[in-house]
């Protein structure tokens, strides 16, 4: 995106029109944005959860960050392929998403209250995006974010697991 939030396209041999590829672009970018902010509350609550839980929540947060890591990566580059350019900025991206920073210390029940709501965002955004490839012809940019929709429903339902 460019400072007026428009998506800069690159000339591609595409059967998907460049408008449609920039609503696309934009749609994948709130993925990336919420991916990679939750990456990082994943990261924090790992390095911070204490309590009887630790060992379990400790493993779960490191597998959530590990695969988001690996899921912002395909995100973007899903982006590139689109020829879209990617704002890694950090900054841009905690302003875009709908997940928030944790800026303070809070009990493992809370990371665990927190991090099922951002992995819930995280699977609504997705699935939202695969709409919005599908009415506009994408079937790869749709496949990815069904798939990366039902991991973060996974992980909703594994969290939700150890407050119910």
């Keep these: 995106m460019n400072e007026e939030g428009a998506v800069k396209m690159e000339r591609l041999k595409s059967a998907i029109a460049p408008s449609n ?5 934009k749609a994948l970018y709130q993925c990336v944005s919420e991916t990679a902010v939750t990456t990082m509350l994943a990261q924090n609550y790992h390095w911070n959860v204490t309590g009887m839980a630790f060992g379990p929540l400790h493993n779960l947060f490191q597998e959530i960050y590990e695969d988001h890591f690996a899921a912002q990566d395909e995100l973007a580059e899903r982006m590139r392929a689109l020829g879209s350019f990617v704002n890694g900025n950090l900054t841009s ?14 009990s493992a ?39 990366r929709g039902q991991v973060h429903e996974k992980f909703a339902w594994m969290l939700r697991s150890h407050i119910e």
Excluded: F, H, W, Y
């Design 21 to 25: 590829r920039e609503a696309i672009a």
């Design 109 to 147: 029940v809370d990371m665990v209250k927190n991090m099922m709501n951002a992995q819930e965002t995280l699977a609504s955004t997705n699935a939202g995006t695969s709409d919005i490839a599908a009415s506009l012809g994408d079937k790869l940019t749709e496949d990815l974010c069904i798939e």
């Design 93 to 106: 991206m905690v302003n875009q998403s709908k997940v928030t920073e944790c800026e303070s210390q809070i």
